[in-house]
């Protein structure tokens, strides 16, 4: 019974690559958010996907960052041009897909990639 | 704009006695408040919630209050052991939304 996973768990970049993070929901669960913590700051919100459709992409940066989740395989997150402000934790967390009507139910996280950009 | 706040980056705590760690909002319409603990390289762990028709909700050690006059929660860990040692991090959603806000956290010590 896997939880969320996320791959590679380290990742190193030189300004101006481009970085995928991969991210794999708990069994059942077709609902992906994102989240980014940089250092000494708390997790901050980035984008919310279910299944080839985004919901709520209103912390992506407006540039060099998108995101999917395809019908098939796991949601990628992609910064292209990587600069150093980049460099952070970035978490994803899934939920299943009737987690609005059951309202309070937590999201479950991963351990993270985090990111370094050199 | 820092709509979830958590003012003691740091707390250390005697094994055995009570950890009190505390979380600021803003936002008014929050209506479910969640705590998460953090170890190093490791994701968030969900810990305890509370929604905003409570004002208490306990789960073992733990305990989550909840003050909406004054906008402010605050986790209660007794008694604290020293795996307890971890970043908390309180966080808020609104209207049971997926979008979690989240506080800078607090690193808690307990010392043997």
């Known amino acids: 019974n896997a939880g969320v996973m996320q791959n590679p768990r380290h990742l190193v970049r030189r300004r101006g690559q481009e970085a995928r993070l991969r991210c794999s929901p708990m069994?059942?669960?077709?609902?992906v958010y994102w989240y980014r913590q940089l250092p000494e700051e708390g997790l901050k919100f980035m984008v919310y996907?279910?299944?080839?459709?985004?919901?709520?992409e209103s912390g992506m940066p407006k540039e060099r960052f998108s995101a999917e989740f395809p019908k098939e395989g796991p949601s990628i997150l992609r910064i292209q041009q990587v600069v150093r402000g980049d460099s952070a934790a970035y978490f994803c967390?899934?939920?299943?897909?009737?987690?609005?009507?059951?309202?309070?139910?937590?999201?479950?996280f991963g351990n993270g990639t985090r990111l370094t950009v050199t | 704009d820092q709509q979830v706040k958590q003012n003691s980056p740091s707390l250390s705590v005697q094994e055995g006695r009570i950890s009190i760690l505390n979380c600021d909002y803003t936002?008014?319409?929050?209506?479910?408040f969640l705590w998460y603990k953090k170890y190093p390289a490791e994701g968030p762990t969900f810990l305890i919630s509370?929604?905003?028709?409570?004002d208490k909700n306990e789960d073992g050690r733990f305990t989550v209050f909840l003050n909406k006059s004054a906008k402010h929660l605050s986790l209660h860990i007794v008694p604290s052991q020293p795996g307890d040692s971890a970043v908390y991090f309180c966080?808020?959603?609104?209207?049971?939304?997926?979008?979690?806000?989240f506080g800078q956290g607090t690193r808690l010590t307990i010392n043997p």
């Open positions: 967390a899934s939920s299943p897909p009737d987690r609005m009507a059951i309202a309070g139910t937590p999201l479950h």
């Open positions: 069994k059942g669960h077709s609902h």
């Open positions: 996907l279910q299944k080839e459709n985004i919901i709520d």
């Open positions: 936002n008014s319409m929050f209506d479910y």
């Open positions: 509370i929604s905003s028709i409570k």
């Open positions: 966080a808020a959603s609104e209207g049971g939304a997926q979008k979690l806000v």
